[in-house]
């Protein structure tokens, strides 16, 4: 029986080191939150397709997608702020934020539609970490803000 009660408790103490660090480790992953959303403004995750509101996390690897009409703005973690208007689609390639460790990235690819940036901390620490591919090159940061077009080639 001493047997026993030595084993249910290490199970519950295993368990709930399991279900505390879990939040941790999954907060760690979030790079930003949706700040606003309007109309047709979605996330698209694993290939599914997710309505976004405000407050909503976003990570790695996310799409921010708008449709006609739609716009979405996101608040990253060292405070850059994205808006992308309508029929845009944005990907949020690499993100990290670690200052303290000199680790600083920002990457996203613009597939198509707008994009409005405007810097934070990783642009003023590191201004090269800073880059959003589009179709027809690559924009590097070098000031605070600005805002991007990518059309869609007609055939």
């Known amino acids: 029986m001493k047997k026993y009660k030595r084993y249910v408790l290490q199970v519950a103490l295993w368990l ?49 997608k708008t449709g006609k009409p739609g716009s979405l703005g996101v608040t990253f973690r060292d405070n850059t702020m994205v808006s992308i208007g309508p029929d845009t689609e944005m990907v949020v390639d690499e993100y990290l934020f670690a200052p303290a460790k000199g680790e600083l990235k920002l990457a996203a690819t613009l597939v198509k539609g707008t994009l409005q940036y405007i810097s934070g901390v990783i642009a003023k620490l590191k201004p090269e970490a800073v880059t959003v591919k589009t179709p027809v090159g690559i924009i590097g940061v070098r000031g605070t803000r600005y805002v991007a077009m990518v059309e869609e080639v007609q055939p």
């Open 16 to 64: 709930g080191l399991v279900v505390t660090a879990h939040p941790v480790l999954a907060q760690d992953a979030v790079i930003g939150y949706v700040k606003t959303a309007q109309d047709d403004a979605n996330l698209v995750v694993d290939g599914k397709t997710v309505k976004a509101q405000p407050g909503m996390p976003v990570q790695v690897g996310y799409v921010l």
